[in-house]
Nanobody, 124 residues
C-alpha cells in the first residue's frame, strides 16, 4: 500500500519561510517522480513543483518560481518543499503526489498517488 504523509505546514507571517516534508512508503521511490500541489478554498488544485526520480529535472509553477525549491532524498524516501518569502496568496492545503514513472510532469491527472495534505496559512 502506497502512503504519502506530509508534514511541516503551519501559520507563518508574510515574508517568512516553511519547509514541507513528504514521507513516502510502498513505492519504488527512486524511480518515481514527485510533485507538490496546492488548493485554496474555492479554487482548483494548482501545480507548484515537480522533480524527476533522478533529481535531474525540476519544474515550478509561475507563481512560486524563485521562492520555492523542491528537493528529494532517495535514501530517506522523502521529498521536500522549501518555501521562502511567503505571501498571503500562498495560503492553501499543500499536497505531495507521486507517479509510477520517473518523468516529472506538471499535470494533476498524471499523478497516481496523493497525500492528505498539510495546511499552510500566511498572515499579512
Amino acid at each position: 500500500q502506497v502512503q504519502l504523509v506530509e508534514s511541516g505546514g503551519g501559520l507563518v507571517q508574510a515574508g517568512g519561510s516553511l519547509r514541507l516534508s513528504c514521507a513516502v512508503s510502498g513505492l519504488t521511490f527512486g524511480t518515481s517522480a514527485m510533485g507538490w500541489f496546492r488548493q485554496a478554498p474555492g479554487k482548483d488544485r494548482e501545480f507548484i513543483a515537480a522533480i524527476s526520480g533522478s533529481c535531474a529535472t525540476t519544474y515550478y509553477g509561475d507563481s512560486v518560481k524563485g521562492r520555492f525549491t523542491i528537493s528529494r532524498d532517495n535514501a530517506k524516501n522523502s521529498v521536500y518543499l522549501q518555501m521562502n518569502n511567503l505571501k498571503p496568496d500562498d495560503t492553501a492545503v499543500y499536497s505531495c503526489a507521486g507517479r509510477r514513472s520517473s518523468a516529472a510532469l506538471i499535470t494533476v491527472a498524471r499523478y497516481d498517488y496523493w497525500g492528505q495534505g498539510t495546511q499552510v496559512t500566511v498572515s499579512s
